[in-house]
């Protein structure tokens, strides 16, 4: 996860003991930006999918998977057996299994953190990056954008002109 943050916001960043920072300074178009940066190892589609069986405890079958599913999934050379509970998947109880695996309640040592007690700050409501590649239009009070959108613009940035 990456996003411009105030310089305030910046100083205020906890060190990491033994790891990357959650902060670095960058340049884009000759303007410096403040960048919260974090890596939720574990936590991409593939591996998340992962967490939530592993926090199914022994059981192969998953409130998760859809009825009638009896297989496997493997994962990093890994395979987990997997299949729906007799009673059919259920969207309230995965919810559940989802909020264990992602550690919903774990301690936060800061203001604000997302999952697993991670600290996380807001995004600084001026940052003008989207609109310096050309993913929001800036004649717009607010915009939306689509994962695409920041590779095109990614694409166009390393482009040698």
Not at 18 to 24: A, R
């Amino acid at each position: 996860m990456a996003y411009a943050i105030s310089k305030g916001s910046a100083l205020k960043a906890p060190k990491v003991p033994n790891g990357e920072p959650y902060v670095l300074d960058k340049s884009l178009l000759g303007t410096n930006y403040d960048i919260y940066i974090h890596s939720y190892l574990n936590y991409g589609q593939l591996a998340a999918r992962t967490e939530i069986f592993k926090a199914s405890g022994n059981s192969s079958s998953s409130p998760c998977i859809l009825g009638g599913y009896n297989g496997y999934y493997t994962y990093n050379g890994v395979d987990y057996k997997a299949s729906s509970p007799k009673q059919g998947s259920s969207l309230k109880k995965c919810r559940t299994l989802a909020k264990k695996a992602l550690k919903i309640k774990a301690p936060c040592k800061h203001k604000k953190c997302t999952f697993g007690g991670i600290w996380m700050e807001e995004v600084d409501k001026d940052s003008k990056i989207s609109m310096l590649v050309g993913i929001i239009d800036p004649k717009k009070p607010s915009g939306r954008a689509k994962p695409i959108q920041y590779l095109y613009a990614a694409t166009l940035l390393a482009t040698p002109k």
